[in-house]
C-alpha cells in the first residue's frame, strides 16, 4: 500500500521551455502532496504544498509563476516548470499523504530533469 | 525553511555492526520521520514517531523520539550491504509540514 508514481522519470529539454512532471497516488487518496527539490549530495527542500481543488502554498524564495502546481484530484498533481533554463536542472520528488489524519508522506521515485 | 542537522555525515562501517545516527532541531516537533534513500531514488519510510520518548522497531531498525523533542535516534543493528543508502530524519509540529534533515550516507562494507 501507499504508493506513489511519478512520471517521466527522466526528462531533457531546452532552455525556455515547460516540463510537466505529474505525480500519483496509486493505492490511496492523497488529501495533501508536496513538491520537493534535491541537489546533488543534499537534503530535501520543500517548494509547496498542494490541497486538492485549492491553490498550493509556495515556500519562501519559490517562484510560483515558475513553477506551476495543479492538485485536480485526490491522485493526482502536477508541477509545470515554466520557461526552463539550466539552473532548473534538480531532481523533483513528489510525496503524498493520505486522508483522515495521516501525517507520513509517502514519496515518489523522482523525476531528473536537465535542461541545456 | 527549517533544516534539522544530523549527525554523522557520513558512516563506514563493516557488515555485522551496529550503527547510532541522530538528529537534531532548535525546533519542538511533535513527529519525527525516518527515510531511508537510495540513489536516484524517492526516499523510503522506515519509522514514524509520534511522541516524546517512544521507541520504534522495524526489524533490525529502531527510532527514538527524543525525550526533549527536539531530537530522534536511529539504530541499525547487525548491518548489511543492503543498508547502504542515505538515511533523512524529517520532523514536524503541525502533521502537515515536514522539515528533512541534512542526511546521514551509510556504507557498508562487506
Known amino acids: 500500500g501507499a504508493v506513489v508514481s511519478q512520471h517521466p522519470s527522466r526528462v531533457i529539454c531546452k532552455s525556455g521551455t515547460s516540463v510537466k512532471i505529474e505525480c500519483r497516488s496509486l493505492d490511496f487518496q492523497a488529501t495533501t502532496m508536496f513538491w520537493y527539490r534535491q541537489f546533488p549530495k543534499k537534503s530535501l527542500m520543500l517548494m509547496a504544498t498542494?490541497?486538492?481543488?485549492?491553490?498550493?502554498?509556495?515556500e519562501q524564495g519559490v517562484e510560483k509563476d515558475k513553477f506551476l502546481i495543479n492538485h485536480a484530484s485526490l491522485t493526482l498533481s502536477t508541477l509545470t516548470v515554466t520557461s526552463a533554463h539550466p539552473e532548473d536542472s534538480s531532481f523533483y520528488i513528489c510525496?503524498?499523504?493520505?486522508?483522515?489524519?495521516?501525517?507520513?508522506?509517502?514519496f515518489g521515485p523522482g523525476t531528473r530533469l536537465t535542461v541545456l | 525553511g527549517q533544516q534539522l542537522n544530523q549527525s554523522p555525515q557520513s558512516m563506514f562501517i563493516q557488515e555485522g555492526e551496529d550503527v547510532s545516527m541522530n538528529c537534531t532541531s532548535s525546533?519542538?516537533?511533535?513527529?519525527w520521520l525516518w527515510y531511508k534513500q537510495d540513489p536516484g531514488e524517492g526516499p523510503v519510510l522506515l519509522i514514524a514517531l509520534y511522541k516524546a520518548g517512544e521507541l520504534t522497531s522495524n526489524g533490525r531498525l529502531t527510532a527514538q523520539f527524543g525525550i526533549t523533542r527536539k531530537d530522534s535516534f536511529l539504530n541499525i543493528s547487525a548491518s548489511i550491504p543492503s543498508d547502504v543508502g542515505i538515511y533523512f530524519c524529517a520532523g514536524s509540529n503541525t502533521g502537515n509540514q515536514f522539515y528533512f534533515g541534512t542526511g546521514t550516507s551509510l556504507t557498508v562494507i562487506p
Open positions: 510525496s503524498a499523504r493520505g486522508l483522515a489524519g495521516m501525517v507520513e508522506q509517502f
Open positions: 498542494s490541497n486538492e481543488g485549492s491553490k498550493a502554498t509556495y
Open positions: 525546533s519542538i516537533f511533535n513527529t
